[in-house]
């Protein structure tokens, strides 16, 4: 059997032992964004969550089972924490701008500070686990349509011109938060990162009506 889809047998006397899901779901998704679907092996799995193969299996079924939880608990979150952060803003415009400094300026140490899971997905598993790679793409495209919708309330807002185009400025938003992840992933000097990101946010300030 393929321990990549299984995790192990179980014997009709095996019992899983008791786990709590959510610390689970929290480890496997630090180590699944670490390294990956494919490079997270068994026993990094088995280390991370503190559990035995047949509880593991018990619980989620699958590796992939697991993977595709934490990438949901992975989206959940990070959906919650943006939008909670630009309604905080004191209007759409603003705390949609206002992001582009907030991931320059986070610790070196912060798990934001590396590359977006659901892009880190999509290139890992487009060509070998297609239906792994449609559930990133489904989340990054409910994130360009939250992101339309904020472009739209901005309009309605008069922050933006009326005629702007809410979804492609979403695309490119969305586009530009990736950048600016990737090059804190890639260990870019924290300075140019800085300089990016007004950038950024500069070109959005000058579509302020």
């Known amino acids: 059997m393929d321990n990549c889809k299984r995790f192990s047998y ?7 032992q008791p786990y709590d899901r959510d610390t ?57 924490l943006f939008l909670s952060s630009v309604d905080e803003s004191s209007s759409p415009l603003t705390g949609l701008v206002s992001q582009f400094t907030a991931f320059a300026d986070l610790p070196e140490t912060h798990e934001q500070a ?7 997905t999509l290139v890992d598993t487009k060509s070998t686990d297609p239906h792994i790679a449609d559930r990133a793409k489904s989340h990054l495209s409910t994130m360009v349509d939250e ?18 185009d809410a979804h492609r400025l979403a695309r490119r938003y969305q586009a530009n938060i ?15 990162v800085k300089a990016l990101a007004e950038d950024m946010a500069a070109e959005f300030e000058r579509l302020r009506v």
């Open 10 to 16: 179980l014997s009709p006397m095996s019992r899983a």
């Open 24 to 80: 689970a779901l929290n480890s496997a998704m630090t180590l699944f964004w670490e390294k990956g679907y494919h490079a997270a092996s068994l026993k990094d799995i088995e280390a991370a969550l503190k559990m035995k193969p047949g509880s593991i299996y018990a619980a989620f079924g699958s590796k992939e089972g697991l993977f595709l939880e934490a990438l949901d608990r992975y989206f959940e979150s990070t959906r919650s």
């Open 114 to 120: 590396q590359t977006c899971m659901l892009l880190k």
């Open 147 to 164: 992101f339309t919708t904020l472009f739209e309330k901005a309009k309605e807002e008069g922050e933006l011109s009326k005629d702007a």
């Open 178 to 192: 990736m950048a600016i992840r990737m090059e804190r992933h890639l260990g870019t000097a924290t300075e140019e």
